[in-house]
């Protein structure tokens, strides 16, 4: 189906597309925020495979990072969703993201997470437009962000910023993954695989793909150890206290890949990816989610906070190369 241009309302953004996000913020309610971020990860790993047989994005920019299942979108929707849920007293707490919203039988909730899935989609395409920064930053995780603000601000009463506090009770993100020791080392981890798998996709796209496919390939690859971080979110939501990395892999995998086009040294590419993996671990944890989510009653995404940061980041470091 090709999408509606009768009513324009910014460049690529039409009323086929709000619909769409519209749905997107639904579908994400409907099987929970954590879910949705899942299923995000299995269309990024779709998208690969059409990218490398056709040379078209249009599977990552419609589908992965769209209204249908773009973290902006559906994720985003649905955290909105568990919020209003939550001050309805569907929810014990506002911070549950696992729980599938259609389980709650009140239509309202799937609402308020397709307003916010049209929102989302909508900010996010305003974000794009920033000269320079719109195009140097991560405007999909920057939306997220944004859109925990306004849902904490709206259904929430804890207010956004808290003063930063040591991990204790209720009030810390991640207890398995919090001491600086376990973090470092999951990290380390995950960024020297994302850095390198991101380089070498990178590699073997420009030398084996054709030049339309290879684009394709190489301008998402920091995206597939991020798709991989993702999967392990459907494990989380089972029960088993598997860690948090997406925030780590894309990070990782982006400035590796990033820092090979610019270089050409792999064996630096790959140190320097890494170097941005752990600054966004470490980030993510003991700066964003001390801030914002150990004191709230909300769910403000920690690792959306730190990938717009540092995605920002890496461009201005590449200014310098």
Same mark, same amino acid.
């Given at each position: 189906?090709?999408?509606?241009?009768?009513?324009?309302?910014?460049?690529?953004?039409?009323?086929?597309?709000?619909?769409?996000?519209?749905?997107?913020?639904?579908?994400?309610?409907?099987?929970? &925020?954590?879910? #949705?971020?899942?299923?995000?990860?299995?269309?990024?790993? +779709? =998208?690969?495979? $059409?990218?490398?047989?056709? !040379? /078209?994005?249009?599977?990552?920019?419609?589908?992965?990072?769209?209204?249908?299942?773009?973290?902006?979108?559906?994720?985003?929707?649905?955290? &909105?969703?568990? #919020?209003?849920?939550?001050?309805?007293?569907?929810?014990? +707490? =506002?911070?549950? $993201?696992?729980?599938?919203? !259609? /389980?709650?039988?009140?239509?309202?909730?799937?609402?308020?997470?397709?307003?916010?899935?049209?929102?989302?989609?909508?900010?996010?395409?305003?974000?794009?437009?920033?000269?320079?920064?719109?195009?140097?930053?991560?405007?999909?995780?920057?939306?997220?962000?944004?859109?925990?603000?306004?849902?904490?601000?709206?259904?929430?009463?804890?207010?956004?910023?808290?003063?930063?506090?040591?991990?204790?009770?209720?009030?810390?993100?991640?207890?398995?993954?919090?001491?600086?020791?376990?973090?470092?080392?999951?990290?380390?981890?995950?960024?020297?695989?994302?850095?390198?798998?991101?380089?070498?996709?990178?590699?073997?796209?420009?030398?084996?793909?054709?030049?339309?496919?290879?684009?394709?390939?190489?301008?998402?690859?920091?995206?597939?150890?991020?798709?991989?971080?993702?999967?392990?979110?459907?494990?989380?939501?089972?029960?088993?206290?598997?860690?948090?990395?997406?925030?780590?892999?894309?990070?990782?995998?982006?400035?590796?890949?990033?820092?090979?086009?610019?270089?050409?040294?792999?064996?630096?590419?790959?140190?320097?990816?890494?170097?941005?993996?752990?600054?966004?671990?470490?980030?993510?944890?003991?700066?964003?989610?001390?801030?914002?989510?150990?004191?709230?009653?909300?769910?403000?995404?920690?690792?959306?906070?730190?990938?717009?940061?540092?995605?920002?980041?890496?461009?201005?470091?590449?200014?310098?190369?």
């Amino acid at each position: 189906m090709t999408p509606d241009t009768t009513f324009p309302l910014l460049e690529n953004l039409n009323l086929f597309w709000l619909l769409a996000a519209c749905v997107g913020g639904i579908i994400g309610a409907i099987v929970g &925020a954590n879910n #949705a971020f899942g299923f995000t990860g299995v269309m990024i790993l +779709t =998208g690969f495979g $059409i990218a490398a047989s056709t !040379g /078209s994005t249009f599977f990552f920019d419609y589908v992965a990072f769209g209204p249908v299942f773009g973290p902006h979108i559906a994720f985003a929707g649905a955290a &909105a969703g568990s #919020a209003y849920s939550a001050k309805k007293k569907l929810l014990a +707490t =506002g911070r549950d $993201i696992d729980t599938p919203l !259609g /389980s709650l039988k009140d239509p309202s909730v799937l609402w308020v997470a397709a307003g916010f899935g049209v929102a989302g989609l909508i900010v996010q395409r305003l974000i794009a437009l920033i000269p320079w920064f719109g195009s140097h930053t991560d405007s999909v995780a920057l939306t997220v962000f944004l859109s925990g603000c306004a849902s904490r601000l709206i259904f929430g009463s804890t207010g956004v910023l808290h003063a930063p506090t040591r991990p204790q009770g209720s009030h810390r993100w991640l207890d398995h993954q919090e001491t600086p020791g376990q973090l470092g080392t999951v990290a380390l981890g995950a960024a020297v695989m994302a850095s390198g798998g991101a380089i070498v996709l990178a590699s073997y796209a420009r030398a084996h793909l054709p030049e339309d496919a290879a684009a394709a390939v190489v301008g998402n690859a920091h995206t597939l150890p991020f798709a991989i971080s993702a999967l392990c979110i459907f494990l989380l939501v089972a029960g088993q206290r598997v860690n948090v990395t997406h925030h780590i892999t894309i990070i990782a995998g982006l400035a590796g890949a990033q820092f090979w086009l610019a270089t050409g040294n792999g064996w630096a590419a790959l140190a320097i990816g890494t170097v941005f993996g752990v600054l966004s671990g470490s980030v993510a944890e003991f700066v964003i989610a001390r801030l914002t989510y150990y004191h709230g009653d909300t769910h403000i995404d920690p690792p959306a906070g730190v990938i717009w940061i540092m995605t920002t980041l890496i461009h201005l470091t590449l200014l310098a190369v």
